[in-house]
């Protein structure tokens, strides 16, 4: 007798997870996409510096597109789990241990294997902007408000069957551009500013 309650009807619909649902494919495709890249990239650098270099490099790779991009795509791998697993763990809950995870790995590295970020360009690039927090740490700050606000909008897309009722992502979509485009300015002024230390390169802005 309690089938026709809105609330009943809105749990069960919470916990059907398939890949039949828009939203639910719009976040597998996403998932196993930046699983694909994962793997492919540890394959490669793998073949170029051997497995335990590899692994090393791979993972700090990883925490640089936790750490400096604002979308939730890398943490992905993390959150997307989890909320399967733990459905009563909201993504945005798993992305704060996916940030401490990031985090710790690189005071680890900085401390005890900083040749490590000298192996790829992208790592390098990563140790330019830890080693100065100023004014390059704003890139992070601003990586993890845009971070998180993807994750609520992940969030809602497994809460949810259809995108039309996705109204939190509806209403701060407009913001989530205008921090990825700010982000994008402030990376190009990185990477500007890293090639003129360290190649002598000037790109005209």
Known sequence: MFQNLPLFHKKKKKKTVGFIHETHQHIWIKFLFVLLLFVLYFIFISIHYGLHDGFL??????????????????????????????????????????????????????????????KTT?????????????????????????????VKFGDELMDYIK?????????HHLKSKAIILIFIFLLTFIIYDYMLQNFGIEIPL
């Open 57 to 118: 490099i791979t993972i700090l790779t990883w925490s640089f597109f936790v750490l400096c991009t604002p979308v939730a795509d890398a943490g992905l791998l993390i959150d997307f789990p989890i909320r399967l697993l733990f459905w009563n763990i909201p993504m945005v809950l798993s992305e704060l241990f996916v940030w401490a995870t990031a985090i710790c790995l690189n005071i680890f590295s900085i401390f005890f294997l900083p040749h490590t970020y000298e």
């Open 122 to 150: 992208i790592l390098s690039l990563f140790h330019h902007i830890l080693s100065h927090p100023y004014p390059f740490w704003s890139i992070i700050i601003l990586s993890s408000i845009g971070t998180f606000l993807s």
């Open 163 to 171: 995108h039309k009722d996705c109204t939190y992502r509806k209403k």
